[in-house]
């Protein structure tokens, strides 16, 4: 496993843009997939974006597309996730992991994005 400590968080004016930082502990960081997910109050936590090992592929959900990117950068242990033209029902949240082996294995606390109407 690794350990991920998230920041960038905040509250924003819907329209405005928001980049979350995930940075990881350990060695292992460049072997594994990472996501960024996202739990509403009252609502289950759902999948955003994906990037696997070397930023060769993303993923994304319907409802970010266009709007959210997913990078990373193995040489600084980091995953970003850029956030553009916020609504407020993007308000939750933003979690992000590390998944190895299919596994979803590496959870960091979790990163609270408040977007205002």
């Known amino acids: 496993q690794v350990q991920l400590v998230e920041s960038g968080g905040g509250l924003v004016q819907a329209g405005g843009s928001l980049t979350l930082s995930c940075a990881a502990s350990?060695?292992?960081?460049?072997?594994?997939?990472m996501g960024w997910f996202r739990q509403a109050s009252g609502k289950e936590r759902e999948s955003v974006a994906a990037?696997?090992?070397?930023?060769?592929?993303?993923t994304y959900a319907d409802s970010v597309k266009g709007r959210f990117t997913i990078s990373r950068d193995n040489a600084k242990n980091t995953v970003y996730l850029q956030m553009n033209s916020l609504k407020p029902e993007d308000t939750a949240v933003y979690s992000c992991?590390?998944?190895?082996?299919?596994?979803?294995?590496?959870w960091g606390q979790g990163t609270q994005v408040t977007v205002s109407s």
């Open positions: 992991a590390g998944r190895r082996g299919g596994v979803w294995d590496s």
């Open positions: 350990g060695r292992a960081f460049s072997t594994y997939a």
């Open positions: 990037i696997n090992w070397n930023g060769g592929i993303t």
